[in-house]
């Protein structure tokens, strides 16, 4: 179909930087997203953190665009490493709320409620963080 009404308008590809809530990010620091319309693709990577011992919420922060408002919210995929799962947690993914431009990182928690990962569950800073997500905009 060739009509007006379906042509692409909207595409970007850019880079982004994440940025830490608490601490900040050492070693290779990047990300880079793809945006079609209100979607958008993004990846990053985080290789160290400086903060391993706050019991504060760990939060990858600077997203290219806040995601949807209203009730949207998004799951994306993470690998990271030294981090310290306790019995009832079997690894972790990614969180973003409607509205915002942050990233919390969460446990998969086994018969429990959600568990939000800290800095001070990592036992190493060279996290290795590796995170990969699509949300929508606005």
């Known amino acids: 179909d060739t009509a007006a009404a379906n042509a692409l308008d909207d595409y970007e590809e850019g880079t982004w930087t994440p940025t830490a809530a608490v601490g900040s990010y ?13 979607a958008v693709h993004l990846q990053c990577d985080i290789q160290g953190v400086t903060d ?10 600077g997203l290219p665009f806040a995601s949807k408002s209203g009730s949207a919210q998004y799951i ?3 690998m990271t490493r030294y981090v310290n799962t306790a019995g009832t947690e079997a ?3 990614t ?10 990182l969460y446990f998969l ?9 800290q800095h001070a569950d ?4 060279a ?5 990969g997500m699509t949300y929508f905009t606005d």
């Not at 990592?122 to 800073?125: I, N, P």
């Not at 996290?127 to 995170?131: N, T």
């Open 26 to 38: 050492t070693g290779t620091v990047n990300g880079t997203y793809t945006k079609v319309g209100r």
């Open 52 to 61: 391993t011992t706050s019991a504060i919420d760990f939060y990858v922060s």
């Open 76 to 78: 994306g995929s993470l």
């Open 91 to 93: 690894g972790c993914v």
């Open 95 to 104: 969180y973003l709320a409607a509205g915002q431009s942050f990233i919390r």
């Open 109 to 117: 928690a086994v018969g429990a409620t959600y568990v939000k990962v």
């Open 122 to 125: 990592y036992v190493s800073s």
């Open 127 to 131: 996290v290795g963080i590796r995170i």
